[in-house]
């Protein structure tokens, strides 16, 4: 399976990977599905990684070793401040490391060539990317079904985030993922409408916590927004050119932007409550402040570190949280 593939360490322009005839493969995701995801982050402290670094950093050096990983596409701007350390450690053990950066001035000739960079860098261009665009645009209106109907309260809050979540890559398979998408929406389809679940919005970067969501919904919660997969599925990107696309994408630009997308979609769907998934020793956390002045709604943060399940401290303050908003 990841024979012709190239890792991603988050969200990238995967156009033009598959117009290069490579597949993508999101290492995230296969660092919380694997059935030994401590073990993941382990690995990376035997070769050196401090305890005190990102689990999600130590588990991807893990997953590219574990399952044989050989060329990486580094984000080195826009992304997470450890992934410049992390891909100079995968250069010196003989992993291709492909860097890629979303420009900080956020203008349209600044990212036209970084995208065109990355394209030559994989032997494609970015009209070849432009060309592959409408077959995953057309898998990410189905993750847009979904989400409208999420907004309906007909998607639970675990289907939602993995039917958004998995556009990242289309699994290196987009006839694969178009499959499950479809199975998704129609199940929430043949669904009632019901808006009597207390309705959450969750900022912040992918949760390393297995069972959050399913808690929350037996506290009677369901989460009708999920920011960062919403912004990896490209919603507001769909039919549109691959530069304009990744301008819209907010989630490697600056916090303020951010929250006023998800501010503005809170009011859309009824939110009455915000949880902020912050990772443990990650940069973001700092960030946390300036949430809980502009947004405007009641806000739990939430902190972990490693793989597992919801603590009894943390579910104690989940509950307290729910209370508030009843």
């Known amino acids: 399976m990841y024979e012709n593939a190239i890792g ?38 035997e070769r050196g990684f401090p305890q005190s670094a990102c689990a999600w950093t130590k588990g991807l050096y893990g997953v590219i070793h574990r399952y044989g990983i050989r060329e990486v596409v580094g984000v ?12 100079e450690i995968l ?9 890629f950066g979303y420009p900080s001035s956020r203008r349209p000739d600044d990212l036209s060539v970084a995208m065109d960079r990355f394209a030559d860098r994989l032997g494609t261009t970015l ?3 432009d060309a592959v665009k409408p077959r995953l645009d057309a898998i990410r209106a189905i993750a ?3 989400y409208r109907l999420a907004g309906e309260g007909r998607v639970n809050s675990g289907d939602l985030f993995g039917a958004l979540l998995n556009t990242s890559d289309f699994f290196g398979d987009p006839d694969r993922c178009r499959r499950d998408l479809e199975a998704i929406r129609d199940k929430a389809a043949a ?47 769909i039919g549109r050119d691959m530069v304009d696309t990744y ?7 600056d916090v303020f932007t951010r929250i006023r997308d998800v501010t503005a979609e809170a009011e859309r769907r009824g ?8 990772q443990s020793f990650c940069h973001r956390m700092i960030e946390d402040r300036l949430w809980r002045e502009r947004v405007g709604l009641p806000i739990l943060t939430l902190e972990a570190d490693r793989p597992g399940r919801v603590d009894e401290r943390t579910r104690t303050r989940m509950e307290a949280f729910i209370e508030r908003l009843m």
Do not use: K
């Open 144 to 146: 847009g079904d979904v």
């Open 247 to 253: 301008l819209r994408y907010t989630y490697p630009y």
């Open 191 to 237: 669904e009632p409408a019901d808006r009597q679940w207390i309705r959450l919005s969750c900022a912040g970067v992918p949760t390393i916590v297995t069972d959050l969501w399913q808690q929350f919904e037996e506290m009677g919660a369901r989460f009708v927004d999920h920011e960062v997969p919403r912004q990896f599925a490209l919603l507001d990107g």
């Open 127 to 129: 009209a070849a990317a």
């Open 91 to 99: 250069e010196s053990e003989g992993i291709t490391v492909h860097p």
């Open 271 to 278: 939110v009455v409550g915000l949880v902020h998934y912050v």
């Open 76 to 87: 080195v701007e826009g992304d997470c401040s450890n992934t410049f350390a992390l891909c």
């Open 8 to 45: 991603i360490t988050t969200t990238v322009p995967v156009e033009i990977i598959y117009a290069a005839g490579r597949t993508p493969v999101d290492l995230n995701n296969i660092f919380v599905a694997d059935p030994d995801s401590n073990g993941l982050v382990a690995y990376a402290e």
